[in-house]
């Protein structure tokens, strides 16, 4: 037997989150029992039961966003785009369902037809739930002000936990990424695409605050658009509400990758007096400069005290930065342990690959600089995140701002359930989605009504002790 696999503390499971209970395997090996499965032919199901619901979770984010403003706001920001005494379904009403949805699991406006026979969603609906063609509909009522309001409302929501920590310093991680599409969607156009070449795509840009792994700012672009100078005013845009959170004492670090090697948004970074951490664009001739640097100083060593890491400054300046008057610092680390990225070799008798960033911090180290560009990292795994659990790459339209509205939706639906969980159940605050949905909002219940209330009677929610 392999004891290592079978201690108890390597067997810990987060079934006590849920309400269960830890399994008494090591108590029935001493009493010499064993698992046996029932015939499940002696098992009888009668169905019919109409008061049940697999998402008793939503009671409770209904009542934290009921308490957050978060209903009002959305009746008094998008009421008017559904007016008139025929009205049956409000758009503040159906911008919540569709935030429901997404929170209980549904990616898709479709998904509606798989939850429609839950009698809470239809309840916390009021009352009824309407056809899935008027979500469609309600959502081509979107257009490119709207959109933007409703962006906004992302951003304040990111923002929000902000206002409340008072942080000296915080971090803004830019990304792009890629979702393609398989219909005839507006706006699905061929450009950078790794995966699926050839496919059209959309290339949204995403701006995350590290410090609570919330979006403050979102864009769906169409595919043929990449990083460039005239995504500049949106980025700056996006840093000043940031800005406007966090006060004037709050020092913002800005981090991109080789993307943001452009002239426009140096000048820009510089003007608006952050810190900026950017991956340089190897281009020819800084690839000679990196080549032709004698004095490197090492970082990390081997046992046998043979280099492994080393940085140095670059001498090296493009063009464009003197009549931009940018005026950023250039590093570089070479490294003989690198295993991850884009491979750079410069040297034909060194085994270095090579990286390189443009800063306008002049007070740490190299290896600082690259620890701090490296935490970075952490907008992946959230990219893949939304991608996967609230699937920003589905298109639930063949109109772009209406699938621009949808794409926001699940930005919101994500950050409002950050903030759920951070003030809720603060101890699970580092789970992703697919762990946090399961055990908060898809919860089993039996719906009870006495009177004029309504009970859900659900399951006991026991948190977890973490280590």
Known sequence: MDTNRNTPSTRKVRR??????????????????RVRRPDPRAITVREGERNLTNVAGLVAFGQFLRDEGVDAELNATFGHMKRGPMVVYPMGAQLRLLMDLHVAGEGRVFGLEALAHDPLLAKLAGGVLPSIDVLYDDLCRFDADANAVLEGLVARQGLRELQRRHLDCVHVDIDTTVTPMFGNQEGALLGHNPRFRGRPSFHPILARI?????????????????????????VVAWLERVRAT????????????????CTELLRALDHLGVV???KARITPDLAGAITLQQSWQTIDSDAMNRPTR??????????????AE???RLVAIRSSERENGKQLYLWNDLDYTVQCWLTNNWAISIDEIAH???DRAGIEPLIAELKNGWWIGKAPSAVFEANHAAFLLKLIAHN???RFVLARYPALSKWRTSWSRRVLIQRPGRIVRSGRSTIVRTTSLVMPMLC
């Open 416 to 418: 409002l359930l950050k």
């Open 276 to 278: 900026y951490y950017i």
């Open 210 to 234: 590290a410090e609570t792994d919330t979006i403050c700012g979102a864009l769906l672009r169409p595919g043929d658009h990449g990083f460039g100078g005239a995504d500049v005013p949106t």
């Open 246 to 261: 966090v006060g004037p004492d709050c020092v913002l670090h800005v981090r991109i990758d080789a993307a943001g090697d």
């Open 16 to 33: 006590l989150s849920s309400g269960g209970k830890r399994g008494p395997g090591w108590k029935w090996q001493r009493e010499g029992r």
């Open 326 to 328: 940018v005026y950023p």
């Open 372 to 374: 701090t560009y490296n």
């Open 310 to 323: 080393q940085g140095a400054p670059i001498a090296f300046r493009r063009a464009e930065w003197d009549k």
